[in-house]
């Protein structure tokens, strides 16, 4: 009951703000038709820009995002904005000021009975009845039981009318969606590719760098043995161990290449319990929450490890936290939140590290969002599409 009044109440400013831009709509209206015939571009721009407007509010009201159409061109193009400027225009502010004046009226049936009597008696009260006796007023509260239980049902009702009628004008046609799809795969494809050549750049360093240069002193060692031991055997024994010992050095460079590439603890423990590793060995104290995990493709997998990783590293490094928290779950897209209650002000702009998250989830055609505002604290939130 609780979370229907409020959604009533949300619901009731949606449409008080709808009012407001129905009545704004209705004023420009004209002037936007005119001006579509005679200052094009400046008119297409500012339809754009107030119909943008409503998407995002429409989008906070639903919680669905509506895809923004590339800017208009031709006013063919803006066929959509227009049909919904003129719809909203003339329908935004009556539906607006329904959607208010039944819970109004609830408000103002309770409140009756305490001021009926300070009302001339020649022009009375009068919702829905003309009310001059205490008798009159005394039904007043199940007057307001009755116009409460109507906007239960009638302003929601009224909401889903506005916002789906917006939603239905301001969604770019299907062939628009489609182009603007091709062309975000196209980056996305871009950016697999660049992300595949750094991933092989930095192995091919790696490799070079540590193990191979380890290994060329092995063999270096080994040719000292081997003259050591036609000369002297005895002496060639601490040789011996020496290159025992570069031998190892090399084997485990290699085993942290081999790890970053992909973490064996994935194959063996899943992604939870990967990142439960992670958590055990991080700085600042975390709690894992998991709901409806499944298993996901390795390369997936191992993005999402990754992500965890530098953003718990970050948390330990920058944020000041006393408390993290690593909340991973799956539907049709991996999600992962990577929350810490520190005092934020994380920058992309300022390192590798959150850029990098962001080029390798691009790379999955996923998303990256972080919101740290100064003063925290820093939400870091990734999605990977699962496929299939
Ligand atoms: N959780 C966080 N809380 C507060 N600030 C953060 C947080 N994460 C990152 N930052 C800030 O954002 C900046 C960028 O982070 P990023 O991970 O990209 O780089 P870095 O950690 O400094 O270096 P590296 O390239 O080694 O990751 C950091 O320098 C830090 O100032
Ligand atoms: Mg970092």
Known sequence: MRERVAAVWGTVRYLLVGALTGLVSLVLLPFMLVSLLVARPTALR?????AGRERVRVAAFTGAPIPEPAPPERVWDARNDVAWLVVHGLTGTVVGLLGFALPASAVNAVLVPFYWWAVPE???VTSPYPVTSWLGAAFMPLVAVGYALLSLWFVPWLGRLQSRAARALLSPPAGARLAMRVAELTASRAAALEAHGAELRRIERDLHDGTQNKLVAVAMHLG????????DPAAALPMVLTAQDAVSDALSGLRGVVRSIYPPVLSERGLDGA??????????PCALTVTDLRRAPAAVESAAYFVVAEA??????????????????ATDHLL????????????EEHGTGLAGIRRRVTAF???????????GPTTLRVTLPLGG
Request: hydrophobic share 40%; charged share 25%.
């Open 46 to 50: 500012l339809l754009h820009d107030w």
């Open 122 to 124: 020649d022009d009375p």
């Open 224 to 231: 000292i043995v081997e003259r050591a031991l036609r000369r």
């Open 275 to 284: 990142v439960a590793g992670l958590i055990a060995s991080s700085g600042v």
């Open 312 to 329: 718990l590293t970050n948390v330990a490094k920058h944020s000041g936290a006393t408390r993290c928290e690593v909340r991973l779950s």
């Open 336 to 347: 992962l939140d990577v929350w810490d209650d520190g005092h934020g002000g994380a920058d």
């Open 365 to 375: 055609d996923g998303t990256m969002t972080l919101d740290s505002p100064v003063g």
